[in-house]
């Protein structure tokens, strides 16, 4: 193997903040761990938890929506920004997860919503109730219909979750009134952030959290907010859930830049908390403003969740996501899943294949420079659940879809602790999603006595990731490999080689300091990644 040029990072983790560095965990609530016996996973159930996740080694939690909400959309559609909802236990149970978190030394980022609120909202119920052209409705988009009678929405954007981006209101005296704009569910009225009540209670939401000791956001939608004046019509009406384009005129519009300055002169009051942003942009220019100095801590870099398990592929995402942060000095973030996205198991092929490239690539990015967020149940190596019964889907693309996109609830199955049957001590009662009775193998009990399991793997692997010098250092330098092979190496020293390929294939020098599967006579399997020192 030769040489390649150096591909830059802009971080070393031995002289950079915390965040810089910092391996997140992030807990979907609701399928985590239930403390209450509803069913429905708790900010107890994740106190209780709390050992396994310092055992796991991981740094700070990010913790989706559990602010007050109808639960139209899991927790998205938030009615009251500034208190827990009752079904994740409440405010007190925040506080008492923030402090136990904090005893055992883990940051706690929460979930923040600033695109929209839930339609039950006081503001735009409010909004609902006063008419056309008041103070109330000027929070959000409030527009008159086209057509003689205004029966046609404003323009032809359509909601990320299917069907038109608009829902009409009947006003006060009973008639068809305006409409209102929501880019996902209409139970999600879109904020008019050029309103500047909207920005000061976005703001007194911050504070709320940061006084009571949050370290950090995750921004949700954050290349949202702006608008483009007048709302023109798309010129090509096309949407689907995950799927983005930089052109689309419902996103990315340069006024959100001035937005997260706002935020981000909020969080220098507290310098040790942080904003994660949720961004989807593919331009690598565009995306880098997102992370400015002035702007977002960190932002979502979707490369590597977005790509196949081929090593040309791989090298592409890794060099587009630094490409990305290098000229802005910002750091890279990696992850292979979250709540939105299909299990990495399932999407490199299912079965044992689908598990064994799984484990390589956690090697291949807790190997690179940057943030690694880790999805809650990827340790666990759990594959989607695609055969779930109609009746029990939940997500809100699948009713908005008339019932042809399945949705998201294939990756929210809840989390197996122990035993060897449903529901695995994730709840003494009916879990809100069914879990698959052959996952009795890959409970957090099994896996803990399994030297070889994947929570094993993951175990030594962020402790290595945590404690080993050859870790250090603010880019990568790749190597020629063999043909579906890739292979880096760190500053410090830490070599890490992907083979993707078919064959096994021979190893660089060096010490083998972990590998995701037993290598074949000093060989590196297919479907395989080691660390070399």
């Known amino acids: 193997m030769t040489d390649a040029p150096a591909v830059r990072a802009p971080v070393d983790p031995t002289t950079q903040p915390w965040w810089r560095s910092a391996v997140f965990y992030q807990v979907y609530p609701r399928s985590f761990a239930d403390s209450g016996g509803d069913g429905v996973g708790d900010l107890g159930g994740v106190r209780d938890k709390l050992g396994y996740l310092e055992l796991l080694g991981v740094d700070a939690l990010w913790i989706c929506p559990v602010m007050r909400s109808p639960m139209a959309d899991g927790g998205y559609d938030v009615a009251d920004p500034r208190d827990i909802d009752p079904l994740f236990g409440g405010l007190v149970a925040m506080d008492e997860l923030i402090a136990e978190a904090h005893f055992r030394h883990l940051k706690i980022t929460m979930d923040l919503v600033p695109n929209h609120t839930s339609s039950e909202h006081p503001w735009f119920l409010a909004a609902r109730d006063a008419g056309p052209g008041s103070p109330e409705r000027a929070r959000y988009y409030f527009r008159d219909g086209r057509g003689p009678d205004g029966a046609e929405p404003p323009n032809n954007w359509p909601s990320i979750f299917g069907g038109p981006a608009w829902t009409r209101v009947t006003e006060p005296d009973g008639t068809p009134g305006q409409w209102y704009l929501h880019i996902f569910a209409p139970e999600q009225p879109d904020l008019n952030w050029e309103n500047p009540e909207v920005a000061a209670d976005f703001e007194k939401t911050l504070r709320f959290w940061l006084d009571r000791g949050v370290d950090g956001f995750r921004i949700d939608v954050a290349h949202g907010m702006a608008k483009p004046e007048g709302l023109p019509d798309m010129a090509e009406v096309k949407s689907a859930l995950l799927v983005n384009d930089d052109d689309d005129l419902r996103f990315n519009q340069p006024g959100v830049h001035e937005i997260h300055r706002r935020i981000r002169k909020v969080l220098d009051d507290y310098p040790e908390a942080i904003t994660v942003g949720e961004v989807w942009v593919n331009d690598n220019v565009r995306f880098s403003e997102y992370v400015r100095p002035d702007e977002l801590h960190l932002a979502f870099n979707f490369r590597l969740a977005e790509t196949e398990f081929d090593a040309d592929a791989i090298r592409d995402a890794i060099d587009n996501s630094l490409a990305a942060v290098g000229p802005v000095s910002a750091t890279p973030t990696w992850t292979l899943s979250n709540h939105d996205i299909k299990r990495e198991v399932t999407r490199y092929g299912n079965g044992p294949a689908g598990v064994a490239r799984a484990r390589a690539m956690l090697l291949l990015e807790l190997g690179l420079p940057g943030s690694v967020f880790i999805y809650n149940g990827a340790e666990l190596g759990l594959p989607n659940v695609d055969d779930l019964p109609d009746e029990v889907l939940q997500d809100p693309a699948w009713e908005r879809s008339g019932h042809t996109e399945r949705g998201r609830d294939g990756c929210r199955v809840p989390i197996p602790w122990e035993g060897t049957k449903p529901p695995f001590g994730f709840t003494t009662g009916q879990p809100w999603l069914p879990m698959p009775a052959d996952w009795a193998g890959l409970t957090v009990e099994t896996q803990l006595e399994e030297l070889g399991s994947t929570l094993s793997l993951y175990r030594m692997a962020i402790e290595l990731r945590r404690i080993r010098p050859e870790f ?62």
């Open 472 to 533: 250090a250092g603010d880019f990568i330098e790749w190597y020629g490999s063999p043909p579906g092979c890739l292979a880096f190496r760190r500053k410090g020293g830490l070599v890490c080689v992907l083979n993707a390929s078919a064959t096994p294939t021979q190893l660089p020098p060096g010490d083998v300091l972990l590998a995701s599967a037993p290598l074949e006579g000093g060989q590196l399997p297919p479907n395989t990644a080691a660390w070399l020192v």
